[in-house]
Every structure is written in C-alpha cells, then in structure tokens.
C-alpha cells in the first residue's frame, strides 16, 4: 500500500502527519507500524485516526484511552 499522506517522525520520537494541510500530532507509540490500509488508532488526548484508501484521516475526538501504570 502507498500512504498518499505526508508522514514523520520528531527527534523525540512523537508521530506527525499534514492532514487537511494542517501539522497533526499522531501519537507517539499509539501509531500502528508499519501502516496499513483500515488500521486505526487513538492517541494519548483523544484523537482518532484511520488510514483510508491509503490517507491518514482524523475521524474526530473521544474519550482518550486509560493508562495503567
């Protein structure tokens, strides 16, 4: 599958991508790899994403998942 979305890494390993032309924070080990067609995600605050005929699409905001320490 070729991803038609722009996607990087930081230096402090946090996931981006542009989406609807704007910088977007993906996650940092919340982000499937190697990205998919249909994987899907939700990050540290809440942010849904989904990779959909091959673009990385947030699919808005939920309850972010619980962490076990």
Same mark, same amino acid.
Not at 1 to 11: A, D, E, H, S
Not at 17 to 22: F, M, N, S
Not at 38 to 50: E, H, L, R, T, Y
Not at 56 to 64: D, E, H, K, Q, S
């Given at each position: 599958?070729?991803?038609k ?5 930081t ?14 924070w ?5 982000v499937p790899?190697p990205? $998919? $067609?249909?994987d ?11 990779v959909?005929?091959? $673009?990385i699409i947030?699919l ?7 962490? $076990?320490?």
């Amino acid at each position: 599958m070729g991803l038609k979305t722009r996607l990087w890494m930081t230096g402090s390993l946090d996931w981006m991508a542009l989406i609807d032309g704007k910088e977007t924070w993906l996650g940092k080990r919340d982000v499937p790899a190697p990205l $998919e $067609e249909g994987d899907a995600w939700i990050n540290q605050v809440g942010d849904s994403f989904k990779v959909i005929n091959g $673009e990385i699409i947030l699919l808005g905001r939920v309850a972010p998942p619980e962490r $076990e320490w």
